[in-house]
Protein backbone atom coordinates (compact mmCIF):
# COMPACT_ATOMS: atom_id res chain seq x y z
CA UNK A 1 0.00 0.00 0.00
CA UNK A 2 1.29 3.15 -0.53
CA UNK A 3 -0.36 6.41 0.80
CA UNK A 4 0.66 9.98 2.46
CA UNK A 5 1.21 10.54 5.58
CA UNK A 6 0.39 13.99 6.56
CA UNK A 7 1.19 16.05 9.40
CA UNK A 8 -0.21 15.15 12.59
CA UNK A 9 -4.24 15.90 12.71
CA UNK A 10 -4.81 15.45 8.36
CA UNK A 11 -3.03 13.40 6.07
CA UNK A 12 -1.53 15.40 2.97
CA UNK A 13 -4.21 14.15 0.26
CA UNK A 14 -2.65 13.68 -2.90
CA UNK A 15 1.03 13.52 -4.58
CA UNK A 16 3.57 15.52 -5.33
CA UNK A 17 3.27 17.93 -7.93
CA UNK A 18 -0.23 19.01 -7.54
CA UNK A 19 -0.99 21.89 -5.24
CA UNK A 20 2.52 21.17 -3.96
CA UNK A 21 3.52 20.45 -0.23
CA UNK A 22 0.51 19.91 2.06
CA UNK A 23 0.10 22.92 4.74
CA UNK A 24 3.01 22.38 7.19
CA UNK A 25 0.48 22.34 10.84
CA UNK A 26 2.25 21.87 14.08
CA UNK A 27 3.35 18.26 14.61
CA UNK A 28 2.09 16.49 17.75
CA UNK A 29 5.79 16.70 19.02
CA UNK A 30 5.68 20.68 19.00
CA UNK A 31 2.20 20.34 20.87
CA UNK A 32 3.79 18.22 23.86
CA UNK A 33 6.83 20.48 24.04
CA UNK A 34 4.47 23.46 23.84
CA UNK A 35 2.56 22.00 26.80
CA UNK A 36 5.59 20.94 29.03
CA UNK A 37 6.72 24.84 28.12
CA UNK A 38 3.35 25.96 29.39
CA UNK A 39 3.60 24.01 32.92
CA UNK A 40 7.61 24.43 33.27
CA UNK A 41 8.37 20.57 32.94
CA UNK A 42 11.76 20.37 32.53
CA UNK A 43 12.39 24.61 33.50
CA UNK A 44 11.51 25.21 30.07
CA UNK A 45 14.82 23.56 29.13
CA UNK A 46 14.61 21.36 25.34
CA UNK A 47 17.39 19.45 25.11
CA UNK A 48 17.31 15.90 22.41
CA UNK A 49 19.73 14.12 20.48
CA UNK A 50 19.97 12.02 17.36
CA UNK A 51 20.78 8.40 18.68
CA UNK A 52 22.34 6.45 15.54
CA UNK A 53 23.86 3.13 16.47
CA UNK A 54 27.34 2.55 14.40
CA UNK A 55 26.38 -0.47 12.83
CA UNK A 56 25.75 1.10 9.04
CA UNK A 57 25.11 4.08 6.87
CA UNK A 58 22.53 6.69 7.59
CA UNK A 59 19.54 6.45 5.27
CA UNK A 60 16.54 8.74 3.94
CA UNK A 61 14.89 6.92 7.37
CA UNK A 62 17.48 8.78 10.29
CA UNK A 63 17.40 12.00 8.05
CA UNK A 64 14.04 12.18 9.01
CA UNK A 65 15.12 11.44 12.82
CA UNK A 66 17.91 13.95 12.25
CA UNK A 67 15.55 16.83 10.94
CA UNK A 68 13.07 16.53 13.69
CA UNK A 69 15.52 15.94 16.72
CA UNK A 70 17.62 19.23 15.57
CA UNK A 71 14.64 20.91 14.00
CA UNK A 72 12.70 20.93 17.59
CA UNK A 73 15.62 21.95 19.34
CA UNK A 74 16.36 25.00 16.73
CA UNK A 75 12.86 25.99 16.60
CA UNK A 76 12.38 26.01 20.77
CA UNK A 77 16.26 27.01 21.51
CA UNK A 78 17.37 24.31 22.42
CA UNK A 79 20.19 21.67 22.13
CA UNK A 80 20.52 18.77 19.71
CA UNK A 81 23.42 16.23 21.37
CA UNK A 82 25.10 13.55 18.56
CA UNK A 83 25.20 10.85 20.77
CA UNK A 84 25.86 6.93 19.15
CA UNK A 85 24.46 4.09 21.11
CA UNK A 86 27.50 2.01 20.48
CA UNK A 87 26.62 -1.21 23.09
CA UNK A 88 27.32 -4.09 20.47
CA UNK A 89 31.04 -4.54 19.74
CA UNK A 90 30.36 -7.31 17.35
CA UNK A 91 28.71 -5.29 14.55
CA UNK A 92 29.67 -1.61 15.13
CA UNK A 93 32.77 0.01 13.21
CA UNK A 94 34.47 3.42 13.15
CA UNK A 95 33.86 3.65 9.62
CA UNK A 96 30.19 3.92 10.15
CA UNK A 97 30.70 6.55 13.08
CA UNK A 98 33.07 8.59 10.75
CA UNK A 99 29.99 8.30 8.02
CA UNK A 100 27.52 9.17 10.08
CA UNK A 101 29.37 12.32 11.46
CA UNK A 102 29.67 13.56 7.64
CA UNK A 103 25.74 12.97 7.22
CA UNK A 104 24.90 14.60 9.67
CA UNK A 105 27.07 17.19 9.49
CA UNK A 106 26.60 17.45 5.31
CA UNK A 107 22.33 17.46 5.78
CA UNK A 108 23.16 21.05 7.49
CA UNK A 109 23.22 20.36 11.27
CA UNK A 110 25.76 21.01 14.12
CA UNK A 111 25.90 18.72 17.21
CA UNK A 112 28.67 21.42 18.26
CA UNK A 113 30.88 20.34 20.63
CA UNK A 114 28.14 17.79 22.18
CA UNK A 115 29.62 14.54 20.53
CA UNK A 116 28.68 11.29 22.62
CA UNK A 117 29.26 7.85 23.22
CA UNK A 118 27.37 5.42 25.25
CA UNK A 119 30.28 3.80 25.64
CA UNK A 120 31.63 6.99 27.51
CA UNK A 121 29.01 5.84 29.77
CA UNK A 122 29.95 2.45 30.62
CA UNK A 123 31.35 3.02 34.13
CA UNK A 124 28.63 5.05 35.34
CA UNK A 125 26.29 2.11 33.77
CA UNK A 126 28.32 -0.14 36.15
CA UNK A 127 27.83 1.48 38.79
CA UNK A 128 24.44 1.91 38.50
CA UNK A 129 23.82 -1.81 37.65
CA UNK A 130 25.46 -2.71 41.23
CA UNK A 131 23.08 -0.30 42.91
CA UNK A 132 20.32 -2.55 41.30
CA UNK A 133 21.36 -5.45 42.30
CA UNK A 134 22.09 -3.84 45.78
CA UNK A 135 18.39 -2.84 45.81
CA UNK A 136 17.35 -6.68 45.15
CA UNK A 137 16.47 -4.93 41.40
CA UNK A 138 18.56 -7.23 39.60
CA UNK A 139 20.16 -10.58 39.49
CA UNK A 140 23.08 -12.63 37.75
CA UNK A 141 20.87 -15.49 35.94
CA UNK A 142 23.24 -18.77 34.63
CA UNK A 143 20.63 -19.80 32.27
CA UNK A 144 21.56 -19.84 28.42
CA UNK A 145 20.14 -17.50 26.36
CA UNK A 146 17.97 -20.06 24.55
CA UNK A 147 16.61 -21.31 28.58
CA UNK A 148 15.82 -17.70 28.78
CA UNK A 149 14.31 -17.46 25.81
CA UNK A 150 12.05 -20.71 26.96
CA UNK A 151 11.18 -19.18 30.26
CA UNK A 152 10.45 -16.13 29.02
CA UNK A 153 6.60 -17.19 27.79
CA UNK A 154 4.69 -15.71 25.17
CA UNK A 155 1.83 -12.64 24.55
CA UNK A 156 -0.55 -15.46 26.18
CA UNK A 157 1.46 -17.00 28.49
CA UNK A 158 3.32 -16.01 31.60
CA UNK A 159 6.74 -16.70 31.90
CA UNK A 160 8.57 -18.45 34.58
CA UNK A 161 11.10 -17.33 36.85
CA UNK A 162 14.83 -18.09 36.77
CA UNK A 163 15.60 -20.36 39.46
CA UNK A 164 18.67 -18.16 40.04
CA UNK A 165 16.09 -15.20 40.65
CA UNK A 166 15.87 -15.59 44.03
CA UNK A 167 19.95 -15.33 44.98
CA UNK A 168 21.30 -14.02 47.98
CA UNK A 169 21.89 -9.91 47.08
CA UNK A 170 25.79 -10.57 48.26
CA UNK A 171 26.05 -13.76 46.10
CA UNK A 172 24.55 -11.35 42.93
CA UNK A 173 27.28 -8.83 43.71
CA UNK A 174 30.04 -11.47 43.70
CA UNK A 175 29.33 -13.27 40.27
CA UNK A 176 28.37 -9.59 38.40
CA UNK A 177 32.08 -8.70 39.63
CA UNK A 178 33.58 -11.53 38.71
CA UNK A 179 31.73 -10.98 35.53
CA UNK A 180 33.41 -7.96 34.70
CA UNK A 181 36.56 -9.17 35.95
CA UNK A 182 36.47 -12.34 32.88
CA UNK A 183 35.99 -15.08 34.83
CA UNK A 184 33.20 -16.41 32.79
CA UNK A 185 33.11 -17.61 29.34
CA UNK A 186 30.53 -16.20 26.52
CA UNK A 187 27.22 -16.12 27.51
CA UNK A 188 27.33 -18.65 30.48
CA UNK A 189 25.99 -15.43 32.77
CA UNK A 190 23.82 -12.98 32.30
CA UNK A 191 22.62 -9.93 34.76
CA UNK A 192 19.30 -9.68 34.35
CA UNK A 193 16.39 -6.93 35.42
CA UNK A 194 14.30 -8.11 38.41
CA UNK A 195 10.77 -7.17 37.41
CA UNK A 196 7.84 -9.49 36.49
CA UNK A 197 7.41 -12.85 34.53
CA UNK A 198 4.13 -12.80 34.58
CA UNK A 199 3.40 -8.75 32.88
CA UNK A 200 1.51 -8.75 29.75
CA UNK A 201 4.62 -6.55 27.93
CA UNK A 202 7.31 -9.08 27.31
CA UNK A 203 10.35 -6.35 27.92
CA UNK A 204 9.36 -6.02 31.61
CA UNK A 205 10.23 -9.87 31.88
CA UNK A 206 13.55 -9.73 33.63
CA UNK A 207 15.26 -8.22 30.65
CA UNK A 208 18.69 -8.98 30.17
CA UNK A 209 20.75 -5.69 31.39
CA UNK A 210 24.34 -7.63 30.87
CA UNK A 211 25.82 -10.02 28.89
CA UNK A 212 29.44 -11.74 28.61
CA UNK A 213 31.21 -10.87 25.45
CA UNK A 214 34.58 -10.95 24.98
CA UNK A 215 34.89 -8.67 22.35
CA UNK A 216 37.12 -5.88 21.55
CA UNK A 217 34.98 -2.61 21.06
CA UNK A 218 35.86 -0.01 18.85
CA UNK A 219 36.49 2.54 21.40
CA UNK A 220 36.68 1.15 24.65
CA UNK A 221 39.16 -2.03 23.19
CA UNK A 222 39.89 -4.65 25.60
CA UNK A 223 38.53 -2.58 28.73
CA UNK A 224 34.92 -4.41 29.02
CA UNK A 225 33.93 -8.04 28.94
CA UNK A 226 30.52 -7.58 29.95
CA UNK A 227 28.21 -4.56 27.77
CA UNK A 228 24.88 -3.30 28.69
CA UNK A 229 21.87 -4.33 25.91
CA UNK A 230 20.78 -1.45 24.31
CA UNK A 231 17.56 -1.14 26.49
CA UNK A 232 19.34 -1.01 29.39
CA UNK A 233 21.43 1.96 28.54
CA UNK A 234 20.00 3.78 26.15
CA UNK A 235 17.31 5.73 28.54
CA UNK A 236 20.25 6.01 31.13
CA UNK A 237 22.68 7.56 28.44
CA UNK A 238 19.29 10.05 27.93
CA UNK A 239 19.65 11.05 31.61
CA UNK A 240 22.75 11.50 31.90
CA UNK A 241 22.80 14.01 28.95
CA UNK A 242 19.95 16.05 30.39
CA UNK A 243 17.89 14.87 27.63
CA UNK A 244 14.15 16.21 28.04
CA UNK A 245 12.59 15.36 25.09
CA UNK A 246 13.55 11.62 24.12
CA UNK A 247 12.20 10.83 20.62
CA UNK A 248 11.97 7.72 18.72
CA UNK A 249 10.35 6.26 16.69
CA UNK A 250 7.30 3.75 17.19
CA UNK A 251 8.32 0.30 17.86
CA UNK A 252 10.03 1.29 21.15
CA UNK A 253 6.82 2.70 22.90
CA UNK A 254 6.29 -0.93 24.84
CA UNK A 255 10.16 -0.58 26.21
CA UNK A 256 8.89 2.90 27.52
CA UNK A 257 7.50 1.22 30.44
CA UNK A 258 10.92 -0.49 30.87
CA UNK A 259 13.04 2.90 30.53
CA UNK A 260 10.60 4.33 32.90
CA UNK A 261 11.17 1.73 35.60
CA UNK A 262 15.31 1.73 35.11
CA UNK A 263 14.92 5.67 35.68
CA UNK A 264 12.61 5.47 38.71
CA UNK A 265 14.53 2.42 40.12
CA UNK A 266 17.59 4.52 39.92
CA UNK A 267 16.46 7.97 40.62
CA UNK A 268 17.66 9.85 38.31
CA UNK A 269 16.88 12.40 35.23
CA UNK A 270 13.56 11.30 33.55
CA UNK A 271 13.19 12.45 29.98
CA UNK A 272 10.18 11.99 28.37
CA UNK A 273 10.09 9.67 25.62
CA UNK A 274 8.15 10.80 22.66
CA UNK A 275 7.55 7.90 19.64
CA UNK A 276 6.34 8.79 16.00
CA UNK A 277 6.12 6.84 12.97
CA UNK A 278 9.32 5.85 11.15
CA UNK A 279 9.77 6.71 7.16
CA UNK A 280 9.05 3.55 4.83
CA UNK A 281 9.33 5.14 1.26
CA UNK A 282 8.24 2.79 -1.38
CA UNK A 283 10.55 0.64 -4.16
CA UNK A 284 13.17 0.59 -1.26
CA UNK A 285 14.02 -1.24 1.33
CA UNK A 286 15.58 0.78 4.54
CA UNK A 287 16.55 -1.50 7.19
CA UNK A 288 20.33 -1.72 7.61
CA UNK A 289 20.19 -4.94 7.55
CA UNK A 290 18.64 -5.46 4.30
CA UNK A 291 21.14 -2.35 2.77
CA UNK A 292 24.34 -4.42 4.08
CA UNK A 293 23.16 -7.23 2.43
CA UNK A 294 22.71 -5.59 -0.52
CA UNK A 295 25.92 -4.33 -0.54
CA UNK A 296 27.89 -7.55 0.61
CA UNK A 297 25.91 -9.43 -1.97
CA UNK A 298 27.20 -7.22 -4.45
CA UNK A 299 23.67 -6.00 -5.86
CA UNK A 300 25.08 -2.76 -5.37
CA UNK A 301 28.34 -1.35 -6.05
CA UNK A 302 28.45 -0.14 -2.24
CA UNK A 303 26.81 1.89 0.49
CA UNK A 304 27.24 5.03 -1.85
CA UNK A 305 25.59 3.18 -4.82
CA UNK A 306 23.39 6.38 -6.39
CA UNK A 307 20.16 3.34 -6.43
CA UNK A 308 20.63 3.35 -2.38
CA UNK A 309 18.31 5.59 0.07
CA UNK A 310 21.43 6.01 1.78
CA UNK A 311 22.40 9.36 2.82
CA UNK A 312 25.93 9.03 0.91
CA UNK A 313 23.94 7.27 -1.72
CA UNK A 314 21.23 9.99 -2.17
CA UNK A 315 24.02 12.54 -2.02
CA UNK A 316 26.11 10.83 -4.79
CA UNK A 317 23.05 10.78 -6.65
CA UNK A 318 22.46 14.64 -6.48
CA UNK A 319 20.06 15.09 -4.48
CA UNK A 320 21.30 18.12 -1.84
CA UNK A 321 20.88 18.21 1.91
CA UNK A 322 18.09 21.08 1.11
CA UNK A 323 15.75 18.64 -0.77
CA UNK A 324 15.88 15.94 1.46
CA UNK A 325 15.10 18.31 4.56
CA UNK A 326 12.14 19.77 2.03
CA UNK A 327 11.34 16.40 1.57
CA UNK A 328 11.78 15.51 5.65
CA UNK A 329 9.32 19.06 6.35
CA UNK A 330 6.61 17.66 3.66
CA UNK A 331 6.02 14.29 4.89
CA UNK A 332 5.66 15.26 8.48
CA UNK A 333 5.33 13.80 11.76
CA UNK A 334 2.42 11.14 12.50
CA UNK A 335 1.92 8.45 15.21
CA UNK A 336 0.51 5.59 12.66
CA UNK A 337 2.73 4.42 10.20
CA UNK A 338 2.64 4.29 6.39
CA UNK A 339 4.57 3.92 3.26
CA UNK A 340 5.68 7.64 1.17
CA UNK A 341 5.59 7.26 -3.01
CA UNK A 342 8.97 7.63 -3.82
CA UNK A 343 7.84 10.59 -5.97
CA UNK A 344 7.66 12.50 -3.18
CA UNK A 345 11.23 12.43 -2.41
CA UNK A 346 12.08 13.09 -6.65
CA UNK A 347 9.70 15.95 -6.51
CA UNK A 348 11.57 17.67 -3.59
CA UNK A 349 14.87 16.95 -5.83
CA UNK A 350 13.09 18.88 -8.36
CA UNK A 351 12.10 22.18 -6.91
CA UNK A 352 15.33 22.51 -5.53
CA UNK A 353 17.54 21.94 -8.86
CA UNK A 354 15.05 23.90 -10.67
CA UNK A 355 16.09 26.96 -8.45
CA UNK A 356 19.65 26.23 -8.70
CA UNK A 357 20.97 23.97 -11.28
CA UNK A 358 22.35 25.71 -14.51
CA UNK A 359 20.66 24.69 -17.68
CA UNK A 360 23.02 22.72 -20.50
CA UNK A 361 22.57 21.00 -23.56
CA UNK A 362 23.92 17.13 -23.59
CA UNK A 363 23.05 14.29 -25.92
CA UNK A 364 22.89 11.13 -24.50
CA UNK A 365 22.12 8.58 -27.40
CA UNK A 366 24.23 10.63 -30.43
CA UNK A 367 22.42 11.12 -33.90
CA UNK A 368 24.52 13.02 -36.42
CA UNK A 369 22.87 16.15 -38.11
CA UNK A 370 24.53 17.71 -40.89
CA UNK A 371 23.54 21.20 -42.14
CA UNK A 372 24.28 20.86 -45.87
CA UNK A 373 23.75 24.96 -46.40
CA UNK A 374 26.17 25.76 -43.47
CA UNK A 375 29.83 26.22 -44.82
CA UNK A 376 32.65 23.89 -43.17
CA UNK A 377 34.39 26.44 -41.54
CA UNK A 378 31.73 28.53 -39.82
CA UNK A 379 31.29 28.79 -36.08
CA UNK A 380 28.50 30.66 -35.03
CA UNK A 381 28.45 31.65 -30.84
CA UNK A 382 24.67 31.62 -29.72
CA UNK A 383 23.75 32.98 -26.73
CA UNK A 384 22.11 30.30 -24.37
CA UNK A 385 20.12 31.34 -20.98
CA UNK A 386 21.85 29.69 -17.73
CA UNK A 387 18.84 29.44 -15.32
CA UNK A 388 15.03 31.04 -16.69
CA UNK A 389 14.62 30.89 -12.66
CA UNK A 390 17.03 32.95 -11.75
CA UNK A 391 17.77 35.91 -14.13
CA UNK A 392 21.07 36.46 -11.81
CA UNK A 393 22.74 33.55 -13.24
CA UNK A 394 22.96 35.32 -16.86
CA UNK A 395 24.17 33.85 -20.28
CA UNK A 396 26.57 31.75 -22.05
CA UNK A 397 27.86 30.89 -25.54
CA UNK A 398 27.09 27.66 -27.21
CA UNK A 399 28.91 27.15 -30.21
CA UNK A 400 26.79 26.70 -33.59
CA UNK A 401 28.40 24.73 -36.71
CA UNK A 402 27.62 21.95 -39.66
CA UNK A 403 27.81 19.17 -37.86
CA UNK A 404 25.86 18.59 -34.88
CA UNK A 405 24.95 15.91 -32.78
CA UNK A 406 20.77 15.69 -32.03
CA UNK A 407 18.90 12.92 -29.76
CA UNK A 408 18.11 9.53 -31.85
CA UNK A 409 14.63 9.98 -30.59
CA UNK A 410 14.17 13.23 -32.05
CA UNK A 411 14.28 11.39 -35.28
CA UNK A 412 11.39 9.00 -36.60
CA UNK A 413 11.70 8.01 -40.00
CA UNK A 414 7.88 6.91 -40.07
CA UNK A 415 6.70 9.82 -37.49
CA UNK A 416 3.55 8.87 -35.32
CA UNK A 417 0.54 11.11 -34.78
CA UNK A 418 1.35 13.63 -32.93
CA UNK A 419 5.09 13.57 -33.03
CA UNK A 420 6.57 16.78 -33.35
CA UNK A 421 10.18 16.49 -33.62
CA UNK A 422 12.19 15.81 -36.94
CA UNK A 423 10.87 13.11 -39.89
CA UNK A 424 11.80 13.56 -43.58
CA UNK A 425 10.79 16.67 -44.87
CA UNK A 426 10.03 17.95 -41.62
CA UNK A 427 11.13 21.37 -39.88
CA UNK A 428 11.91 21.90 -36.10
CA UNK A 429 13.66 24.18 -33.93
CA UNK A 430 16.94 23.80 -32.68
CA UNK A 431 17.16 25.53 -29.04
CA UNK A 432 18.50 28.65 -28.59
CA UNK A 433 20.09 28.00 -32.44
CA UNK A 434 17.80 28.22 -35.76
CA UNK A 435 14.89 26.03 -37.64
CA UNK A 436 16.32 23.12 -39.53
CA UNK A 437 14.27 20.90 -42.12
CA UNK A 438 15.33 17.15 -42.65
CA UNK A 439 15.75 16.77 -46.51
CA UNK A 440 17.95 13.34 -46.66
CA UNK A 441 18.10 10.41 -44.16
CA UNK A 442 21.31 8.56 -44.56
CA UNK A 443 21.49 4.72 -43.67
CA UNK A 444 24.02 2.35 -42.94
CA UNK A 445 24.11 -0.27 -46.14
CA UNK A 446 24.33 -3.20 -43.99
CA UNK A 447 22.54 -2.86 -41.39
CA UNK A 448 20.21 -0.12 -42.28
CA UNK A 449 19.99 1.99 -39.37
CA UNK A 450 20.26 5.29 -39.74
CA UNK A 451 23.43 7.26 -39.38
CA UNK A 452 23.06 10.56 -40.52
CA UNK A 453 20.49 13.50 -41.61
CA UNK A 454 21.18 15.73 -44.18
CA UNK A 455 19.57 19.32 -43.47
CA UNK A 456 19.51 22.56 -44.06
CA UNK A 457 19.09 25.59 -41.37
CA UNK A 458 17.00 28.37 -42.15
CA UNK A 459 19.38 31.51 -41.68
CA UNK A 460 16.53 33.84 -41.06
CA UNK A 461 15.67 32.05 -38.12
CA UNK A 462 19.12 31.96 -36.56
CA UNK A 463 19.86 32.93 -32.58
CA UNK A 464 16.23 32.15 -31.91
CA UNK A 465 14.61 34.78 -34.40
CA UNK A 466 11.07 33.29 -36.55
CA UNK A 467 10.29 35.77 -38.78
CA UNK A 468 6.39 35.68 -40.73
CA UNK A 469 5.24 34.17 -37.32
CA UNK A 470 6.03 30.76 -38.89
CA UNK A 471 5.31 28.20 -36.09
CA UNK A 472 7.27 24.69 -35.47
CA UNK A 473 5.78 22.96 -32.78
CA UNK A 474 9.12 21.21 -31.77
CA UNK A 475 12.08 22.21 -30.25
CA UNK A 476 14.90 19.59 -29.32
CA UNK A 477 18.61 19.81 -27.85
CA UNK A 478 21.86 19.71 -29.35
CA UNK A 479 25.49 20.09 -29.85
CA UNK A 480 28.03 20.97 -32.40
CA UNK A 481 29.98 17.75 -32.56
CA UNK A 482 33.81 19.26 -33.25
CA UNK A 483 32.78 21.29 -29.62
CA UNK A 484 31.23 18.53 -27.38
CA UNK A 485 32.93 16.87 -24.78
CA UNK A 486 32.78 13.17 -24.45
CA UNK A 487 31.19 11.98 -21.23
CA UNK A 488 29.11 9.29 -19.54
CA UNK A 489 25.59 9.21 -17.96
CA UNK A 490 23.85 6.87 -15.49
CA UNK A 491 20.22 6.73 -16.08
CA UNK A 492 18.86 4.97 -12.78
CA UNK A 493 15.03 3.53 -12.06
CA UNK A 494 13.89 2.27 -8.78
CA UNK A 495 15.96 -0.41 -7.07
CA UNK A 496 12.90 -2.71 -6.27
CA UNK A 497 10.35 -3.42 -8.86
CA UNK A 498 7.41 -3.70 -5.97
CA UNK A 499 6.19 -0.84 -4.50
CA UNK A 500 6.72 -2.89 -1.20
CA UNK A 501 10.02 -4.85 -1.43
CA UNK A 502 10.04 -5.01 2.38
CA UNK A 503 7.07 -7.48 2.25
CA UNK A 504 9.38 -9.98 0.26
CA UNK A 505 10.60 -12.82 2.59
CA UNK A 506 14.25 -13.72 3.14
CA UNK A 507 16.59 -16.16 0.84
CA UNK A 508 16.42 -15.62 -3.23
CA UNK A 509 12.85 -13.71 -3.61
CA UNK A 510 14.89 -10.39 -1.94
CA UNK A 511 17.19 -10.85 -5.01
CA UNK A 512 14.16 -12.04 -7.01
CA UNK A 513 12.79 -8.46 -6.61
CA UNK A 514 15.33 -6.35 -7.51
CA UNK A 515 14.86 -4.28 -11.18
CA UNK A 516 17.11 -5.47 -13.06
CA UNK A 517 17.51 -2.36 -14.94
CA UNK A 518 17.52 0.34 -12.54
CA UNK A 519 20.88 1.05 -13.71
CA UNK A 520 22.01 1.88 -17.34
CA UNK A 521 25.03 2.96 -18.33
CA UNK A 522 25.33 5.24 -21.69
CA UNK A 523 29.10 6.09 -22.36
CA UNK A 524 28.87 7.63 -26.06
CA UNK A 525 27.35 11.00 -24.72
CA UNK A 526 28.33 14.84 -25.85
CA UNK A 527 27.87 17.23 -23.97
CA UNK A 528 28.50 21.31 -24.95
CA UNK A 529 32.07 22.83 -23.87
CA UNK A 530 31.23 24.75 -20.88
CA UNK A 531 30.98 21.59 -18.93
CA UNK A 532 34.76 21.76 -19.31
CA UNK A 533 35.05 23.33 -15.92
CA UNK A 534 32.19 21.11 -14.48
CA UNK A 535 33.62 19.88 -11.05
CA UNK A 536 32.40 16.48 -9.00
CA UNK A 537 29.38 17.02 -7.07
CA UNK A 538 28.45 19.81 -9.06
CA UNK A 539 24.28 19.84 -10.59
CA UNK A 540 22.99 20.46 -14.05
CA UNK A 541 19.56 20.75 -15.87
CA UNK A 542 20.32 18.69 -18.82
CA UNK A 543 17.71 20.60 -21.10
CA UNK A 544 14.34 18.14 -21.42
CA UNK A 545 16.70 15.29 -19.79
CA UNK A 546 16.67 15.62 -16.00
CA UNK A 547 18.77 17.07 -13.49
CA UNK A 548 22.72 15.41 -13.67
CA UNK A 549 25.34 15.59 -11.11
CA UNK A 550 28.70 15.02 -11.75
CA UNK A 551 29.71 11.92 -10.09
CA UNK A 552 32.58 12.22 -7.66
CA UNK A 553 33.86 8.76 -7.91
CA UNK A 554 34.06 7.44 -11.00
CA UNK A 555 35.15 11.27 -12.75
CA UNK A 556 38.83 12.92 -13.26
CA UNK A 557 40.89 13.72 -15.74
CA UNK A 558 39.41 12.95 -18.98
CA UNK A 559 36.19 11.44 -18.17
CA UNK A 560 32.91 12.87 -17.18
CA UNK A 561 30.51 10.64 -15.33
CA UNK A 562 27.00 12.26 -15.12
CA UNK A 563 24.94 10.72 -12.38
CA UNK A 564 20.91 11.37 -13.36
CA UNK A 565 19.54 12.68 -10.17
CA UNK A 566 15.92 12.72 -11.14
CA UNK A 567 13.64 13.34 -15.01
CA UNK A 568 12.41 16.62 -15.56
CA UNK A 569 8.55 16.54 -15.05
CA UNK A 570 7.86 16.15 -18.52
CA UNK A 571 4.19 15.76 -19.54
CA UNK A 572 4.53 16.11 -22.62
CA UNK A 573 7.15 13.90 -22.99
CA UNK A 574 4.76 10.92 -21.06
CA UNK A 575 2.00 11.38 -23.34
CA UNK A 576 4.34 10.54 -26.08
CA UNK A 577 5.33 7.45 -23.98
CA UNK A 578 1.85 6.30 -23.74
CA UNK A 579 1.74 6.70 -27.47
CA UNK A 580 3.91 4.07 -27.22
CA UNK A 581 6.24 5.19 -29.91
CA UNK A 582 8.89 2.36 -31.38
CA UNK A 583 12.73 2.90 -30.35
CA UNK A 584 14.80 4.12 -33.26
CA UNK A 585 15.79 2.12 -35.56
P1 LIG B 1 17.41 0.29 10.96
O1 LIG B 1 16.13 -0.40 11.27
O2 LIG B 1 17.44 0.93 9.62
O3 LIG B 1 18.60 -0.54 11.21
P2 LIG B 1 17.66 1.58 13.47
O4 LIG B 1 16.44 2.11 14.12
O5 LIG B 1 18.21 0.34 14.01
O6 LIG B 1 17.44 1.53 11.91
P3 LIG B 1 19.44 3.45 14.63
O7 LIG B 1 20.84 3.71 14.30
O8 LIG B 1 19.13 2.81 15.92
O9 LIG B 1 18.81 2.63 13.45
O10 LIG B 1 18.58 4.77 14.46
C1 LIG B 1 18.93 6.03 14.97
C2 LIG B 1 17.71 6.85 15.10
O11 LIG B 1 17.07 6.99 13.84
C3 LIG B 1 16.71 6.21 16.02
O12 LIG B 1 16.17 7.19 16.87
C4 LIG B 1 15.68 5.63 15.10
O13 LIG B 1 14.44 5.58 15.71
C5 LIG B 1 15.72 6.60 13.93
N1 LIG B 1 15.31 5.95 12.70
C6 LIG B 1 15.81 4.83 12.14
N2 LIG B 1 15.15 4.48 11.04
C7 LIG B 1 14.19 5.42 10.86
C8 LIG B 1 13.16 5.62 9.88
N3 LIG B 1 13.00 4.78 8.88
N4 LIG B 1 12.36 6.70 10.04
C9 LIG B 1 12.54 7.55 11.06
N5 LIG B 1 13.48 7.42 12.00
C10 LIG B 1 14.29 6.36 11.91
MG1 LIG C 1 18.31 0.56 16.25
Not at 231 to 238: C, F, P, R, V, W
Not at 340 to 369: C, H, K, Q, T, Y
Not at 470 to 490: D, N, Q
Amino acid sequence: MTSSQGSAGGGAAGGPGRGGAPPEAANFIQAIIREHEKSGRFGGRVHTRFPPEPNGYLHIGHAKSICLNFGVAQEFGGLCNLRFDDTNPTKEEVEYVESIEESVRWLGFDWEERLFFASDYFDQLYAWAVQLVRQGDAYVCDLSADEIREHRGTLTRPGRNSPYRDRPVAENLDLFERMQAGEFADGSRTLRARIDMASPNLNMRDPVMYRILHASHHRTGDRWCIYPTYDYAHGQSDSIEGITHSICTLEFENHRPLYDWYLERLGIHHPQQIEFARLNLSHTVMSKRKLLRLVEEGRVSGWDDPRLPTLVGLRRRGYTPQSIRAFCARIGVAKFNSTIDMSWLEDAARDDLNARAPRVLGVLRPLRVVLTNLPEDRVVELDAVNNPEDPAAGTRKVPFSRVLCIEQDDFREDPPPKFFRLAPGREVRLRYACIIKCEEVVKDAGSGAVVELRCTYDPATLGGRAPDGRKVKGTIHWVSSAHALPAEARLYDHLFLKPDPEDVAAGEAFAAGLNPDSLQVLRGCLVEPSLASAAPGDHFQFERLGYFCVDPLDSGPGRTVFNRTVTLRDSWAKVEKKQAVAPPP
